[in-house]
């Protein structure tokens, strides 16, 4: 596809419970970030990839949150024993070499995530 | 980082123009954004500025930049109602690799 995709584009989950949320960014993108938006915030950044490895991972909020990106294309953000405060929108997004300089972002719709 | 604060929300009418501001917080901030997020969609670069500059101009968008009191603002010219969505101001800062800082967001309503 033209824009960044993300699966699924809503979760409902049981607390405790494992779960997975997948990013495909656009083809040929080098850099890929996932960010976190709580209702009323704006997003908060989680992790950055430059290619496979994660250049900057400060923004996961603990243990519980993981994210790979094996193969520099596909990435999955991963949290283990979810806890109702992990409920957001978790968006994705990617860019290419021209514009990682200008910072300049594109964003899937997001994968919306309810723990109860 | 540290908060980038927005006010949370401006109503205008059809036709008149909005100005949406914001306070960032890094003076090492190489680029600021504006981002724009419609209900059920992804959010969406507006305009982006770089620091050494004062104003930028892209059709019915201005972007102020007052850097030594760190204030950004976003002027939309003759506002329509498919304007309304919530504005993003964020900042970038190299060293990050450009994870950007947001605001909370200006919700626009644009009334008939």
């Known amino acids: 596809g033209a824009g960044v995709s993300q699966t699924p584009s809503n979760k409902v989950t049981e607390k405790g419970k494992y779960v997975e949320l997948r990013c495909d960014p656009i083809s040929g993108h080098t850099a890929l970030y996932w960010y976190r938006q709580s209702l009323g915030q704006g997003p908060e950044f989680l992790i950055y990839f430059q290619g496979t490895g994660a250049a900057d991972d400060s923004g996961l909020p603990n243990d519980r949150f993981f994210a790979v990106r094996p193969e520099g294309s596909v990435s999955t953000l991963k949290i283990q024993r979810t806890e109702r405060g992990d409920s957001a929108v978790y968006l994705c997004?990617?860019?290419?070499?021209?514009?990682?300089?200008?910072?300049?972002?594109?964003f899937g719709e997001g994968s919306r995530l309810t723990v109860l | 980082g540290e908060d980038v604060e927005q006010s949370l929300f401006l109503s205008v009418r059809e036709g008149d123009s909005s100005v949406i501001n914001c306070t960032y917080t890094?003076?090492?901030?190489?680029?600021l954004y504006w981002y724009k997020q419609e209900p059920g969609a992804g959010l969406q670069l507006l305009t982006y500025?770089?620091?050494?500059?004062d104003m930028k101009q892209d059709q019915r968008l201005t972007v102020l930049l007052n850097k030594k009191d760190k204030h950004l603002s976003l002027r939309i010219a003759d506002t329509q109602t498919g304007d309304s969505a919530i504005y993003f101001c964020a900042e970038g800062v190299p060293d990050s690799g450009y994870a950007l800082n947001f605001g909370k967001g200006t919700s626009l309503l644009v009334t008939p």
């Open positions: 890094d003076s090492s901030s190489t680029y």
């Open positions: 500025i770089f620091s050494n500059m």
């Open positions: 997004a990617s860019s290419p070499i021209g514009t990682v300089n200008t910072g300049e972002l594109f």
